[in-house]
């Protein structure tokens, strides 16, 4: 039984931070990719960042680039998405989600709000 636990969420104001964390189990932690989803109201999921097995980011979207930072601890089986100078546009359900290597996202999680006040 694979599960992806997302947590962190919460109510922010503009410019402020958040970290939000996805526990992982029921998989070999460290043989997946992972990645950071976001999906708006009445939008598309989008791709927000992604993690390799190793470590290091395979990159971010354009809207979050310079704010947000992907992590994670293989140790822990946790995973971490650190947002910093928040903004409205950011408010979404947040998900993670793994992968095995040059595979589509076949695991994820129920999501955590972000909500960010002006």
């Known amino acids: 039984q694979v599960q992806l636990v997302e947590s962190g969420g919460g109510l922010v104001q503009a410019g402020g931070s958040l970290r939000l964390s996805c526990a992982a189990s029921?998989?070999?932690?460290?043989?997946?990719?992972m990645g950071w989803f976001r999906q708006a109201p009445g939008k598309e999921r989008e791709f927000v960042t992604g993690?390799?097995?190793?470590?290091?980011?395979?990159g971010y979207a354009d809207s979050v680039k310079g704010r947000f930072t992907i992590s994670r601890d293989n140790t822990k089986n946790t995973l971490y998405l650190q947002m910093n100078s928040l903004k409205p546009e950011d408010t979404a359900v947040y998900y993670c989600?793994?992968?095995?290597?040059?595979?589509?996202?076949?695991?994820w999680g129920q999501g955590t709000q972000v909500t960010v006040s002006s």
């Open positions: 029921g998989l070999t932690f460290s043989r997946y990719g």
């Open positions: 989600a793994a992968r095995l290597s040059f595979t589509d996202y076949i695991y």
């Open positions: 993690s390799r097995w190793s470590g290091g980011s395979t």
